[in-house]
């Protein structure tokens, strides 16, 4: 689990992130309303969401949301269904032959807990998805959590701590550990 740092609001890097929010949801919104055979257009505003050219094995589905777009990187054969959200301000990485279900969130940022310091701060830590993971429908990935390499996330799964490679993770939080056989 990666700790958890901090950018203060209402300074000029606080600013900064904001200006990209807005440029990244106003490609998002242009990449959802076009017509799903569109790949060149949707691989072009995803390059342009993303900051840089993408491997030509990864494909998302629409429509898809992101709120910064420059800190996710992907490897091969990656594979992300529609309705998926990507906070990625603390950085997303996402390893090879990776499959992403339907509505799966991975959220990177938050604010503290502290009611206090609520307003005050953005918190933010990165997620890092190993090869050859699957996340199933719906599932929600917290900051700072690995996912380890082969692992099944299982639909509609809360995941707040890392995963060791090769498990299996269900609903109610329960961890496998070693069920998936590597290939």
């Not at 099944?152 to 070693?178: E, F, W």
Request: proline share 8%.
């Amino acid at each position: 689990m990666f700790e958890k740092r901090r950018l203060p609001t209402r300074t000029p890097e606080s600013r900064a992130f904001a200006e990209r929010v807005q440029v990244a949801m106003e490609l998002t919104s242009r990449l959802n309303v076009l017509p799903h055979g569109d790949v060149d257009a949707r691989i072009a505003l995803l390059s342009e969401i993303f900051g840089q050219p993408l491997p030509e094995s990864l494909t998302i589905y629409p429509p898809f949301f992101c709120d910064y777009g420059l800190g996710a990187t992907f490897g091969e054969r990656v594979f992300i269904n529609q309705g998926c959200y990507f906070l990625d301000f603390g950085g997303i990485t996402i390893g090879d032959r990776v499959l992403i279900g339907p509505n799966v969130t991975l959220s990177t940022s938050g604010h503290p807990v502290e009611v206090a310091e609520r307003f005050d701060y953005l918190t933010h830590a990165p997620i890092v998805i190993e090869d050859d993971v699957w996340i199933g429908a719906g599932a929600t990935v917290a900051p700072g959590v690995t996912i380890g390499h082969g692992s099944v996330i299982g639909a509609g799964t809360v995941v707040a701590k890392d995963v060791p490679p090769l498990s299996v993770v269900t609903g109610a939080g329960a961890i496998q550990r070693n069920a998936v056989q590597p290939s």
